[in-house]
């Protein structure tokens, strides 16, 4: 076996001066709005949460919701009607999972409380 050549340490003056330069860099991150960096899965799930906040309301009746929960939930039917795509695809890939199906129990106790208007519509 080939040993290993040792790595050089830094000394303690490199040390301190490397320290001072992290700490300016950081400041200047964090006065140009970049606190940290962001890789391709983290920019990924930040877009989808921004897209989530900044979506519009769809207007849904709440019986067909309901139903199409009830019978469609397993592959996402009922995410296709509220035109949530993304979640609903996902229902649809993984339906033999048996997590759709969890998660539909979840949507139905989001929307059963959900108070309707007089045309029996919700905002979700």
Request: with cysteine; glycine share 6%.
């Amino acid at each position: 076996m080939k040993s290993r050549k040792k790595e050089e340490r830094l000394t303690p003056e490199e040390l301190e001066e490397f320290m001072a330069l992290q700490a300016e860099l950081d400041e200047l991150k964090a006065q140009h709005g970049e606190s940290k960096p962001e890789g391709r899965v983290s920019r990924a799930i930040s877009g989808f949460f921004d897209h989530r906040e900044t979506r519009e309301k769809q207007v849904l009746n709440k019986k067909k919701y309901i139903l199409l929960a009830v019978f469609t939930g397993w592959m996402g039917g009922h995410r296709f009607y509220a035109k949530q795509w993304p979640t609903a695809i996902l229902y649809l890939l993984f339906f033999w999972c048996g997590f759709p199906l969890a998660m539909t129990i979840v949507d139905l106790m989001i929307v059963i409380p959900i108070e309707a208007n007089e045309n029996g519509n919700i905002l979700l």
